[in-house]
């Protein structure tokens, strides 16, 4: 089973949204595990596991996913409650192929 859990933030305010996860993220790039695991996607920091855009990045990146051959992919919205609500809308209207299994906020749609 192949899995991806970016995080999900739709928003007119990409740049803004990066520098915010990346500011209050900082620590968790500095942890071994996470620091390796970066490293080896050669990834910088936190902010750049994301998926931060309007709602055409966000069913881009679904489809990204489901193109991959992932079987589970978690979606987690971060911003204002009104980001966080308009991002499930998204997720939850995004049509994956049969064999990919779409997971919100913990709640299987």
Do not use: C, K, W
């Not at 500011?23 to 071994?32: E, H, K, L, N």
């Not at 978690?74 to 209207?93: C, E, H, M, N, Y």
Request: aromatic share 4%.
């Amino acid at each position: 089973m192949r899995r991806g859990r970016p995080r999900r933030q739709l928003t007119t305010e990409p740049d803004r949204a990066r520098d915010t996860i990346a500011r209050d993220f900082t620590a968790v790039g500095d942890m071994p595990a996470y620091r390796a695991s970066l490293d080896r996607a050669g990834l910088s920091g936190p902010a750049d596991t994301v998926v931060v855009g309007d709602e055409s990045v966000i069913v881009d990146a679904l489809a990204r996913f489901r193109d991959a051959s992932a079987t589970d992919v978690i979606v987690s919205p971060l911003g204002s409650l009104a980001d966080r609500a308009r991002t499930l809308d998204v997720a939850g209207g995004f049509s994956p192929r049969e064999s990919v299994n779409l997971y919100t906020a913990g709640v299987r749609r």
